[in-house]
């Protein structure tokens, strides 16, 4: 027997992709002023990388009496604590806002509360950020942020024209935005990992968007008469089947973490997840659509000969 | 789409050396050992994954500022002092101290004997290598005034965090047997990363006591209120059991009223004499191990070298029948009445201490005084536990992930599925075997990185797939399909992966630990990426071509 494949994307698609753009550019535009709003207002929920304090996770034997650990630990006068399930009815996350009394004053809080819970409880792990150490990992991840984005735009412009490195870095500054516009509507804990994510998904974004602009390259060389708009059409809708399939294996796999990796890793799991949805949609209606806004040379002619060579295109 | 017999041959051995290395992951411990010498071990796992604690310290600046204030001011006067020169008040000024020589004649010979205590101090890579003074001396009329510089309380730093180093890890090789890292961080900063255990307040214990132990004998005139300015030549220091209370009180109220460390110290409970003293650090030190006196409280026994015992000998003959304070990091341990000298060499801090204590307190002296003063920066512990549970739910998510991965790249494409899936699977044993070969450590982060690479790595595949299938469709023969597929789609591959790479790069410079795993693993997965899409997919596509010489391209 001999395995028939089926293809998930029909031949020869036709989707008016820059005509959908137009909508793609008002949604983008909105959502990107939503998150800003959000950002603005709500703020990130910024873990103890960014704020100092402290996070201890524990098990208990029985279910926990979230309740009952509030107020336990609320009268204890170490400022703001705050209490959650972390995955399981068993398992509580305790966090504990950064001291006044620097970094001793941390070490004293985890003993008070090691001494309220007792020795019943598992302390599955404890992490204590000082104030020092917190600023400067804000400062770092402001840093590695900028620094790829920069990265990005001279790789590209190196590769390909500037329009299409402005086109990528608009993208990617949407994702970013949206990204951060989601975390802080939803109060997803804001760490150093989450940081981790974002340059993830800005590396998949642009990952997207580089197959998709060396097609409209390719295609740019090859139908020289072609309006701007039809050939972006018509690059978008042949790698169409590679966009949808790789996305989809990718979302497979981080699903797949999402489901069985535990609960330390969700939320950096998660924020991959939305980034590829993102990233995917970015790259179709961002990033091309911008190479229409900004116009790009047609005459690809006097590219180097020996580039051409290399891609050896028929 | 040829391949010459070596370079098959290679491919293979390449494949087959992946699947060996990575072996020893799914082996028994025993197993791991015996293959160990080979060169063949399983992954390093990272602290969120084996449990243990991760440990940031950081030298105290201030504290080491105020220790050279009050060394620099006693050094001023006995200079002065040993020099006859008289002189009206030292006073401290910022970092520094400031002292008014009382008569213009001896100016410049002040000047000369307090340009000896300008300290300097062997360059380092940070100043050039050149010579650095510890202080700089300035005059004013008829006074002088030292400052500590900024460079040079920098080399000051960086020997002191040298030296710490391998006094940390003398201690905490006193815990047990794990090989823990301790690694400097930055300028001022040591990092301690010690898997496996469960508890970190001993840890703690032993890392931040300093370790200077000194013997002072107690002055004639004692403090009768609080907050009294010591008379000239004696300090006052808070004993044990009232400093221990006071800070007790103090974490229980945990409250910005609550009185400081430091002031907590400036209740002095005891004046001590600050010219008779022996001074004792690790180096004089031969021994000091916990033991119980004949009372059967714990205290700990000591032992002097030969120099050690000479100076101590000499300070208990001169004093006999006077009390003596053993202070500890700026505590009065205990304070007994000298009987008799004691010329043995032998001693015993006694004190009000637990077992636990003494024990911590012997590892401490052994491994020597600590050059600085540390904070602790960063925690981060893990329990065991959840490292173990985070190892299991990390491989079942791969291989779900995996599966997933697999049939859905069977569905579309059938038989060349299939060899998208063999270079997968491929992939994934030469990514395990490159982080086992290397010692890379994996971190849970870094889990994500893998599955995140087998989403990724298929990409390659489909990028060549369909190429083959367009070029196919525009009317090419299968063959030069194939051939010319491949060799279009492998710049974009190339493209795809580098911006990937640059994130990885970035990721890796600025990260710490975990994250650090995340970059590598999602490195070395892109680069067994394009190993697998380059030659392994193309070697098993060119072989099945070779053999089946397909008419049709049935994607």
Known sequence: MRWKPIRFVPDGTKLPFMRWSRFGFFLSGILCA???W???????????????????????PAPADIDGLRSQLGALGLGDVEIQEYGSPNDVLIRLEAQAGGEEAERAAVAKVKETLGTTVEYRSVEVVGPKVSGELTEEAILAVVVSIFGVLAYLWFRFEWQFALGGVISLLHDTLLSIGLFSLIGLEFNLTIIAAILTIIGYSLNDTVVIFDRIREFLRKYKAMPLASLLDFSLNSVLPRTLLTSVCTLISLFSLYIFGGEVIRGFTFAMIWGVFVGTYSSIFVAAPVLILLGTKRDWTTDSASRQAADARP | MHFSRWKTIAIFVVVALAALFSLPNVLTPDQQRALAPYGIRPMTLGL?????????????RKDMTAQLQQQLASDVRSVLRDAKIGYGGIQRVGTGVTVKITKPEDFERAKTSLSGLLQPLQGNLLTGGATVNLYALTEEQGSFTFAVRDDGLNTR??????????IFAKRING????EPVIQQQGTDRIVIQYPGLKDTKQLLDIISGTGKLSFQIVCEDQPTAANQNPPQDCVGYPNKDDFDRLLAEKKAANSAAAPTEDEIRKLPQMWVQTGTRATVDGADLTDAQPSFDQNNRPVVTFRFNQKGAVRFGKLTAENVNKPFAIVLDGVVQSAPVINEPILGGSGQISGNFTVEETGNLSIILRSGALPARFVVAEERTVGPSLGTESVKAGFIACMVGLVGVMIFMFIPYGFLGLVANIALLSNLLMLVALMSFFGFTLTLPGIAGILLTLGMAVDSNVLIYERIREEWKNGRSAMSAIDVGFKSALGTVLDANITTLIAAVVLFGIG??????FAVTLAIGIFTTMFTAFTLTRLVVALWV???RPKEINL
């Open chain 2, 157 to 166: 730093i960086g020997s002191a965090i040298r030296q710490s180093l391998t």
């Open chain 2, 546 to 548: 070779h053999y089946r």
């Open chain 2, 48 to 60: 969120d994954l084996q449990g243990g604690v991760n440990v940031l310290l950081e030298v105290d």
């Open chain 1, 38 to 60: 959000l950002f603005a207002t709500q703020g990130l929920n910024y873990g103890i990388d960014f704020k100092g304090g402290t996070v201890v996770t524990i098990r208990t």
């Open chain 2, 512 to 517: 710490s630990g975990p994250i650090r795993g």
């Open chain 1, 34 to 36: 939503l998150s800003i």
């Open chain 2, 175 to 178: 815990l047990g047997t794990t």
